[in-house]
Every structure is written in C-alpha cells, then in structure tokens.
C-alpha cells in the first residue's frame, strides 16, 4: 500500500496510468491525466455533503 497521496480509487487509477503514460514517453496522456486528476472533485474540502449529522 502506498500512503496516500491519491484521495480516492479514481485518482489512484489516474496516478498510475501518468506514470505508465510518463514512462511510455506518452505526454500528451500524461497531461491529461494530470488534468483530470487536478479537477477531480469531491475531496479538495471534506466539508459537508449533507453530512450525516449526529442526532
Ligand atoms: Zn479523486
């Protein structure tokens, strides 16, 4: 396992394929994949989705 620097399952993925694309000399994937990872939303502020309050 790998401390996490990828927030989600989503990310992680896309962490991995820029480095394949990165050692596959692939730049123009790895900044896609650099894109999507930037505008992944959900996780920057873990502030409250309809949180589920308690009580
Ligand atoms: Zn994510």
Do not use: F, I, N, Y
Request: aromatic share 0%; with cysteine.
């Amino acid at each position: 396992m790998t401390p996490g620097k990828a927030a989600c399952d989503a990310c992680a993925r896309l962490e991995r394929e820029k480095e394949a694309a990165r050692q596959a000399g692939d730049l123009s994937k790895v900044t896609d994949c650099a894109v999507l990872l930037k505008r992944h939303p959900g996780h920057s502020k873990r502030s409250t989705l309809s949180g589920r309050g308690r009580a």
